[in-house]
């Protein structure tokens, strides 16, 4: 039988992890997301860190909504995206932030394991100025299934092949950075985004989920032009268009 969704359910924590967490954290109902996790979850956040079982759970919870309480964050869902072993729900964070009233993308991934464990990976741009290193969370797979257009624009990532990618995108597509900044590939945007990511990047992704509209992939990211800079694990969202190209590319990671 299918899972209800958060927004068929009508009532945000009995839908899709993925879908109810952040609004629960937002809304402040923590009690009921900690029943929801129970005790075989662990919680990966990008400004507090990893907990798992509910003694450190709990409390990385409080953090969290005291964080979102205290930046009057309101929470809007984007996307649902649902795989074989994880969900990947996207939405957009709107709060205040040192005064300024910001609107940042935010994906969550709900991985499922072996005995009904559960981890759940949240990618948004904290925005802290002591950032927290992210790194890999899992192994590169060699077993994952992406879409072909996918796998070009990864090769041509590796490659530093600028036209190459951006001949998988629609003239009306866009990338939209971990910032909620669009580049318009039709205005030249885009490829200036691609010119200024000067190099070679090899993503290696470790899952995905694909809906057969939106292919989202968690994804180990390095530089081999530059071995000084850590790899860190990101979260890309590839939007297919009807053309057959891609129409959007959602990034989410710690800029």
Same mark, same amino acid.
């Given at each position: ?13 009995? #839908? ?48 969290? /909504? ?72 899992? !192994? ?15 090769d041509a990532l590796r490659k530093g092949a600028v036209e190459r990618i951006l001949a998988a995108f629609e003239e009306g597509s866009r990338w939209v950075d971990p910032l909620?900044?669009?580049? /318009?590939? %039709?205005?030249?945007?885009? /490829? ?22 939106t292919c989202c992939l968690e994804a180990t990211v390095s530089r081999p032009s530059n ?7 990101? !979260?890309?969202?590839?939007?297919? #268009?009807?053309? #057959?190209?891609? %129409? ?8």
């Amino acid at each position: 039988m299918r899972e209800p969704s958060a927004r068929e359910s009508g009532n945000a924590l009995k #839908g899709r992890l993925a879908e109810v967490y952040v609004p629960a954290l937002v809304g402040g109902t923590l009690d009921a997301l900690s029943r929801r996790l129970g005790n075989r979850a662990t919680v990966d956040d990008p400004i507090f860190g990893r907990a798992s079982t509910l003694s450190s759970i709990d409390p990385l919870l409080k953090k969290i /909504a005291a964080r979102f309480k205290g930046q009057g964050a309101v929470y809007r869902h984007i996307a649902t995206s649902l795989g074989v072993d994880r969900d990947v729900a996207e939405g957009v964070l709107s709060l205040t932030v040192d005064g300024q009233a910001r609107e940042l993308p935010i994906a969550v991934v709900a991985e499922r394991r072996r005995l009904r464990e559960i981890e759940l990976r949240i990618y948004y741009a904290s925005l802290e100025p002591e950032r927290r290193q992210r790194l890999p969370l899992a !192994a590169a797979r060699d077993d994952v299934t992406i879409p072909q257009i996918v796998a070009h624009v990864l090769d041509a990532l590796r490659k530093g092949a600028v036209e190459r990618i951006l001949a998988a995108f629609e003239e009306g597509s866009r990338w939209v950075d971990p910032l909620g900044v669009p580049y /318009a590939k %039709r205005d030249g945007s885009m /490829a200036t985004f691609l010119s200024n990511l000067r190099g070679r990047l090899d993503v290696s992704p470790s899952g995905s989920a694909d809906d057969g509209r939106t292919c989202c992939l968690e994804a180990t990211v390095s530089r081999p032009s530059n071995p000084g800079i850590e790899p860190e694990s990101i !979260a890309l969202s590839f939007e297919r #268009g009807d053309t #057959g190209l891609l %129409r959007e590319l959602r990034l989410y990671y710690e800029p």
